[in-house]
Every structure is written in C-alpha cells, then in structure tokens.
C-alpha cells in the first residue's frame, strides 16, 4: 500500500489547449535544426546510431521529430518507487501527487537569521524532522550540503547514509560527481531503491558528466528524474513559453538518449526554472514568473503524459521565515499541484539553494497541507449537498454543529494547519502572542524529544561505513 | 437488564451522541427503578470525558455538542422523576444560563453550559434569546448560585446590564453570582456592568465558576 499523496480532483490549465501544440512543435523545431549540445563522444556516437544527425566537432545533436515521438511514447505514464517501508512506496503518474523537499547548502540561526555550517547532529535532526512530518512524502537530494568539516565532495554519500539510517521514506540522490557509484552500492547493499536525479546544463546541453550519471541510474535498474534549470531572461528566454520550449528540448533530448538505451526506463521530469534577478544575476525564486513557467511546463508534460515534478515552490528569495517565504511557497505550491505535478519540493528551503531549516520544514508542512486540501477538490454527492439536511435543521434556532453529519464531514472538509493560531484573541494575547514561528519551534522540539530511531541495523550500518570510507578515499585521491 | 448495563449505557450514549439511545436508557432507568441521581451521575462522568477530551484538544466542537444534547436526552427524564420526589439535585452549585434577549446565538452558550454539567454542576438552560424578566424568575425558581449570561452581540451586550439591574431590583443580587461572556464582551465591560466574572473561553468561565462559588 503506498503512500496516499493527494489526488488532484481539480485543474488549471492556463494554455488554450489547441495551443499546446504551438509548444510541443517548438520543442521539435529547436530538436531539429537548432540541437542539443552533448559533451561526450559516447553520446554523439550512439546517438547517431539512432538517426540523429551529428556535428561531432560542436557537439551538436538534431533530432528527429519521428525519434523524438516513438521515444516519448516508449515513457511510462507511471510507476512505483520502493520506499525502504512498503508503506512510504510512491505512485507516481495520474493524478495523485506528492511533496519533497528542497535544501540549503547552510542552516540559519533562528534568532540571528545568520547562516552558518550545520554540525552533523543538525543535520541528523533535520531527518528526523523530514521523517515526522506527515505531508513529506519522501526525501529529497539532501537536507544541507554537508556537515561540520566534512570536504564538500563527499556531501552526497554521507547524505544518503545518514538518509538510510533516520528515515524509512523513498529518497532521491544527486548524481554527480561521481556520488552514485557510491550511494548506488550503500542502496544495493541496503536492497532500496533510489531515484537518480541528474541535471541539464541550461541552454540545451546535457554534460557528459550528466550522460554518464543517466547511463549509471539505467544500469543500476533505478528510476531517473531528469531536471532543468533555466533562468528566464539568462539561460532561457525572458517569456515563459520560450523558457518551457528550451527546457523541454532539453527534457526530450534526454528522453529519446534514455528510452533508445533502454525502452521503458521509468523517467521523472523536473522542471526547476524562474526568472533571473536583474539586479543580483541569481535566480528570483519565489516570483510568480516561476509559477507561470511551472504551469506552462506541468500543462505541456500532462499532455504528454509523463511524470512530472516541481522543484522552485521549495526555494524562496526571502531570507527568513516571514511572510514573503509564506507567500512565495503557498503561491507557488498550490499553482504547482492544480496544473499538474506528480511531486514538488517545498518543504525545508529558506533562503534560495543557500539556507534550509526543520522549522520552516515544519510550516510548509501546514502549506502542504492545505494546497493538498485545496486541490483534492469536492464531492459532489447526496451527502454532500446536504438538502436532506438543511431542509430538517430549518432556520434559526436550528443549527448543524450537533448534527451527525456535521461530525461525519467537517474533519474531511476542514485542514487545520499545525502551526496557524486558532485561539480567541484574548487568549492570545494571554497566551504570550505567539506567532506560526513560536508555534513550529516548539513542535520541533516536540519531535525532537521523541527517542532517536535508527532504520538501519548494525549489520547495514557497516556496510554503509565501508562504502563511506571508500568513497572518502575515492575522493581523497581524485585529482 | 442489570443496574451496571443501564448505567454503561447511559454513559456509552453521551459518548456516542445518540440522544435517542441516552432518553431509551434513561427510561429504562427509571423502569428499573435505580436511584435516578446515580443514572445521573453517570450521565455527568461521560459528558465530563467528553469535556476533557475537549479541553486536551481530542474533541471539536462538534463532539462536544452533539454529546451535550444526548445527555440532556437523557437529563430530562431523569429530572422529572427526581423533581417528581421532591429531591433537590445541587451538584456543585445550581446555575442559571442562557443567551440574553435580542440574540439567538447559542453556540458559545452551549459550550459552557456542557462544560459546567461536566465539572459537576446542576445546570438549567433557558435557551435563548431570554428576557431579563425570566433571568430573573429563573434564579428565584432554581435558587440559583450563578447566572451566567451570554451575548455574542455587541448590540444585545447591554441586556446583560439589564438583567443584573433587575436582580438588584428583585433583592436577589446578593443570592446570586453573576458572569457574562459572548464575542461582544470584554474584561472591561463586564467590570462596567458590575458583574462579578468574565472570561473568553468555555473553559475559563468553567473555572470561574469553581472560583466565585469557592467549590
């Protein structure tokens, strides 16, 4: 029995459907006679193998449109993840969606709101916190980059160990750097499954380092979640449309690379774009030109029928967790979830890619919450409108709260945040004020007071030290 | 039918809401002639598990309303027969409650008078929309130690002040406590009619309640 998610009963679509194919066409034309830049020798080779044309002195691959469609069609709609506990399985595809979360290459001080390297116990608590929350449905690439004076190459490695140890949720691992051949082996000596994320190099080229982190992900029989990232107006054009065409040549690039190597290959797409600050030159996460690109994108890839994710509703330009981190996640998320995502990071994230706290983990928890509410949309039954019943409670002094009905329903209806206050104003004000911050702290240590458990059993501990140790060795020598 | 099941199932009603089944039980209480203020009491443990499953945030609104109507189901017959013997049920303190004139909102009112019936107070609801005259004959009635006056209007507030200038009328003033509460009502209201409590919660005017009556 996997995991429920939240079943999309409602949908947004903000392109006229005939439209979309002025989308997918563009894609095509760009495959075709712009190209893809491919880095590696391998891939220029068997691609050409496959009938795309090769310009091996500028890397350049066109594809096409025929290969392009067959290795669409070879895509599963859907599929499963194995979660270390069969309950924690996802069911990616349809309608059915999830939440994940972002990270920081730092955490924050709550108090000073400074950032700084979290210590290796923090970063353990943070897992914890992901493993508690009940709207986090699996794990992302890692909580932060790292801890206390670990050499940042090694991040992802002790990330997954640490993953594997505290939690019993399906996680993603980024592939890079050479990470999977070791957080691969810490996954097949534990017997779990994994989702190998890679990542494309923004305008339409794909890293040989990324090629051969797709090739691995394949062979090791994990699913593979594919992830853009241009920045409109930089790596992408200003225009959303233009934006989704050049990550979706991209997306497609990649697919017709993975389906020609092996038909089926199940394939998460990832679309992870927002519009370029034009003062600082970083990405402006948290901008609602992220959420329009989201939905054009999510629209598009519905349409072709893969599953798909979201990563800018976990990443937020404000600094702190305050009212513009809120606005920005909730807008973000729930835009995400109408158009149609199969899952999203959102959780976690504070500052852009540099800061991340439980405790904001802990408030988005309340968003997704929400937005999972919101979009699962209404019944419509007898029961439901309720004529029957209004015409029995009457007027006033009639009323429903009473009213089996009411009891049946209103806890369906309803999501109440965990962290939202809902007291009467005096006894706010009696209470000391406290705020959606006061309220997540104190549930971290609420969870933080619960006893440590550890998934892993001694046996798996030490096959998980023994891969560390290689890979810190690996490292070390690499040059 | 043994007095231990007639008294579980007047207990299990409440906890299920069923005032159908709390006014059955009941009746079969009396048929079974058990001391009706034992039936009583085990009315009052159910509805107080359900105030405190209220108060630790287990129970909603819902649960606790719902479970307050099948008791007084079952309240109501059981007290006609003590009413018919000529026994007084007191409990904690006799009180008075009900939503003053002008306002038909109820709500907030029934939430504390569940409340008080689970702390072990004898209760009588006026219902609402009262006026200040029957405030006043409902005390003298039940020889009431708290009158506890609702009013979620900003605009029916001031019937409160009514009620308590016609009790300083009636020379029952000084018989009787008086507390006020609603959306429409302040500390500083409440002191400015010269009522002796006030408190924005159910549960506050519960403990005001043990407070001004010292039990």
Redesign the interface.
Known sequence: MARQGFIRGTSLQIVPEDQISALHEGALKVLGETGVRFEDAWTLDFLARQGCAVDEAAGRVRFPPELVEDSLAQAPRSFSLAAPNPANDLELGGDRFYFSHSSGMQTIDLDTLEPRRPTRREYIDCIRVLQALPHLDHLGCYPYFGFDDMPDVVAVPEGVALHMQYSDKHQMTACSNDAELFTFQMAQALGHEILGTIGSSPPLTWSSGAVTSARRVVEAGYALATVDGAMMGGTGPATAPGSVIVSTAEHLAMVVLVQCLHPGQRMLIGHFSAPLNMRTGSPAFGQIGASLSNAIFNQLWRHYGLPLSNGSPGYVSAKGMEFQAGYEKGIAAILSALTGVSSMLLHLGVSSELTAHPVQAILDDDIAGMVGRFASGEEMSQDTLAVELIQGVGPIPGHYLSRPHTRKWWRKEQFMAATADSLSYAEWLEGGKKTALDYARAKLDAILAEPEHRFTTPAQDADLHRILDEARDYFARRP | MTAEEILQGLGQAVTD?DPEAAADWARQAVDAQLDPLVALAALTDSIRAVGDGFARGDL????L??A??AMSAGTAILEAVIASRGVRHEGLGVVVIGTVFGD?H??GK?MVATLLRAAGFAVHDL??NIKAEDFVAAVRRYDAQLLALSALLSTTATEQKKVIDLLQEAGLRDRVKVIVGGGGITREFAASIAADGYD??APGAVKLAHALLGV
Do not use: K, Q, R, V
């Open positions: 809401c909603w609104l819902p649960d309303i719902a307050a109507e038909i109820d709500i029934n219902g609402i924005p919660t």
